[in-house]
């Protein structure tokens, strides 16, 4: 992991959305960082539905007004152009306590991602928890790394030192 542009990431849907919503936010600038790749990005045909159909969520679209149509449409062409979208995903973990998480890991495993990047607790509680699945997770996916946007920025940044 010596250079930035060898870092395998996935996102999670919440990274996309804040991405789309708020366009000078960490989550946008994560996602700068596939556009002027210094991250190889990672999604598969699942995360792109599920981001589609959480983007065009009349609840959301009324909340976040600057979210139309349009710009749903123009933010899915953008991850389709800097993403790498897997075609197989194998189910590579079960996890119980958000099963809704699942594909997100299992893209990570596909991927050999070294981070996945989240706000979501449930999946930043595979790093720190102590129950079965926590010390599981972490003993099959040692490489793996889960962590907020923030953290991850800064990661990058150190990594991208000369």
Request: aromatic residues 8%; charged residues 30%.
């Amino acid at each position: 992991m010596s250079k930035p542009a060898s870092l395998r990431v996935v996102f999670d849907c919440n990274v996309f959305l804040q991405a789309a919503v708020r366009e000078s936010g960490p989550a946008a600038i994560c996602l700068g960082l596939a556009e002027h790749r210094h991250i190889q990005l990672y999604t598969s045909k699942a995360i792109l539905r599920e981001v589609r159909e959480v983007l065009n969520r009349p609840e959301l679209q009324t909340r976040f007004i600057t979210l139309t149509n349009e710009r749903v449409d123009a933010f899915m062409e953008r991850l389709q152009a800097v993403t790498k979208r897997l075609h197989r995903v194998p189910r590579a973990f079960s996890y119980p306590r958000d099963v809704d998480d699942e594909p997100y890991i299992d893209l990570a495993a596909a991927a050999n991602a070294d981070y996945l990047v989240s706000r979501d607790k449930d999946l930043l509680h595979l790093m720190t928890g102590h129950n079965k699945e926590c010390t599981e997770f972490r003993q099959k996916f040692r490489h793996l790394e889960i962590v907020e946007p923030e953290p991850f920025l800064q990661i990058v940044k150190t990594l991208r030192r000369p």
